[in-house]
């Protein structure tokens, strides 16, 4: 099992520019989750999905956008990127209520 | 909405010494409290998880203690051993779905 896959591993964009993170998940999960990581602030969560078809927004959604077209599938996107986005960006999906949440290894994103 | 408070931010432990890490709530309607251990270039992996309902929690080396009165919750590590480094996170959260996590703490075994 692969578990939670995220594409691309390593991005430089340049201030302005757009592009979509893929999650891809393969245990079936109901939720999934897309947060960032940055120094000394733990993960914060950007928005996240309990289903296919929905989204929601979580502490920090201004600048992103998601869509959760197939169920295993977690889209998320900036459409103008800007400095303050540089993180590392975790995608995590769980079976239910209670249930762990399964992280994949991270997407780093750097903001020129 | 929560608030979720972690200390230390680093621990530096001898091997086969204890580790703890403690961590505050602010929302009393948390019901989920769930720790992961992150290794260098991975994502954080759960290692245990305690329900409200529940005042603790072992798993071999590793157990969890939740104080709802006083909102803390605190990782107790024994016995620790050099694959024990990482950096560990605390969370919280009410419907499972919001989850706040702690700032993180970076322990360090030394052997």
């Known amino acids: 099992n692969a578990g939670v896959t995220q594409t691309p591993k390593f991005r430089v964009l340049k201030t302005g520019q757009s592009m979509t993170l893929l999650c891809a998940q393969d245990m079936n999960h109901e939720y999934m989750y897309w947060y960032r990581q940055d120094p000394g602030m733990g993960l914060r969560l950007i928005h996240y999905s309990v289903g296919e078809g929905t989204t929601a927004k979580g502490e920090v959604p201004d600048g992103y956008n998601v869509s959760r077209l197939k169920k295993q599938n977690f889209l998320l996107g900036l459409e103008s990127a800007a400095p303050s986005q540089t993180s590392v960006y975790f995608c995590?999906?769980?079976?239910?209520?209670?249930?762990?949440?399964?992280f994949g290894d991270g997407t780093r994103l750097s903001i020129l | 909405g929560e608030n979720v408070e972690q200390h230390p931010s680093t621990l530096s432990v001898q091997e086969g010494d204890s580790a703890v890490i403690k961590c505050t709530y602010s929302d009393s309607a948390s019901n989920y409290f769930p720790w992961y251990k992150q290794e260098l270039g991975k994502g954080p992996q759960l290692i245990i998880d305690i329900r409200s309902n529940v005042g603790e929690k072992k798993d071999q080396r590793i157990a969890v203690t939740l104080n709802k009165t006083a909102k803390h919750f605190s990782l107790h590590i024994t016995e620790t051993q050099p694959e024990d480094s990482a950096v560990y996170f605390c969370?919280?959260?009410?419907?499972?779905?919001?989850?706040?996590f702690g700032a993180g703490t970076r322990l360090t075994v030394k052997p």
């Open positions: 969370a919280a959260s009410t419907n499972n779905n919001d989850m706040r």
């Open positions: 995590a999906s769980r079976a239910g209520l209670y249930q762990p949440q399964h």
